[in-house]
């Protein structure tokens, strides 16, 4: 039976970990595994992209397969050709699809008709990808993931709906900061308390960025205007006192991470001063994603 990875849940606590330290393993021989030999992988994206683009194709090479880059309007969907029968036409071609775009609800039927794995490269809702080669950031430099903090500051976009749903499913604890009206999912926070039963994880939403980031080992934020709310930009003025700056992190552990998901607007998320202090894990945050990503298409495509 075929696996897809359209949410961090759709993994267990035991496969996230074995993905992360195999990520960590390629990454210190890139061309160790070329478990896609003679396989053709599909990069649908929707949207634009830089790390993930580059991350996926550069894997899928590296690992022997054969990249497809597909943009939207390269398809039949963008004349209107129903996504179940572009997802039985995929499946008579293509051995994998990634999938970059907006609607998670199309995401999903996509993968009802489409036979093989698909992998969640970001929709309005997760973004799943992202959040394993974060946590492989985070284990490369604390030697753990279980039982931290992370604190998330800022608009409660697909990034932070994903970092609850992971603390839940791993059990590690989650604070998301976010000025009023712009919390995260509410499916996102149910499905967090869910599996955070389980596991233990403490799972805290609130408007109070000085209260998330307390103690955290891990302070993460991203922009406040997400791709395709370029029109929201009035908004910023809500986000006031939701900046990472030194002021802010001197409330989180001592020797807190500050993370980022890129690209940033420096000023506005996060400080100038901040984000140049951390570049450099911000940056191998970036080059994480080839090494968790290849990690996982050899789990799921192989």
């Known amino acids: 039976m075929k696996r897809d990875f359209l949410n961090v849940s759709d993994l267990t606590k035991e496969e996230i970990l074995h993905i992360i330290e195999y990520g960590i393993k390629l990454k210190k021989d890139r061309f160790s595994d070329r478990s896609l ?3 053709s992988i599909g990069l649908i994206f929707m949207k634009p992209s830089t790390r993930t683009r580059l991350s996926f194709e550069v894997g899928v090479y590296q690992m022997g397969g054969q990249p497809l880059y597909i943009t939207g309007s390269s398809t039949q969907l963008s004349r209107g050709e129903d996504i179940k029968d572009t997802g039985r036409v995929m499946s008579r071609y293509l051995d994998g699809l990634v999938v970059r775009t907006y609607s998670h609800r199309e995401l999903e039927e996509l993968a009802v008709y489409f036979d093989k794995p698909v992998i969640n490269a970001l929709t309005d809702y997760l ?57 995260p999912s509410g499916k996102a926070v149910y499905e967090a308390l869910k599996h955070a039963d389980k596991t233990g994880a403490q799972i805290q939403i609130t408007n109070n960025p000085v209260e998330a980031v307390k103690d955290a080992d891990v302070v993460y934020t991203d922009v406040w205007v997400s791709m395709g709310q370029e029109g929201e930009k009035e908004k910023k003025k809500d986000f006031e006192g939701f900046t990472v700056d030194e002021k802010l992190i001197k409330h989180a ?4 991470l500050v993370m980022h998901c890129l690209p940033a607007h420096k000023g506005e998320e996060i400080s100038e001063e901040v984000f140049e202090e951390y570049a450099d894990l911000i940056f191998e945050q970036a080059e994480n994603r080839l090494h968790a990503q290849k990690s996982l298409m050899n789990f799921l495509f192989k």
Request: proline share 3%; charged share 20%; glycine share 14%.
């Open 127 to 183: 973004h799943p990808c992202q959040i394993l080669a974060d946590l492989q950031t985070i284990y490369e430099r604390l030697g753990r993931i279980e039982g931290i903090k992370v604190a998330f500051v800022g608009d409660g976009n697909n990034v932070a709906n994903t970092w609850l749903i992971a603390g839940g499913v791993v059990g590690f604890n989650v604070s998301v900061a976010t000025p009023e009206g712009y919390e």
């Open 37 to 39: 030999k003679g396989k």
């Open 253 to 256: 552990s001592k020797n807190v």
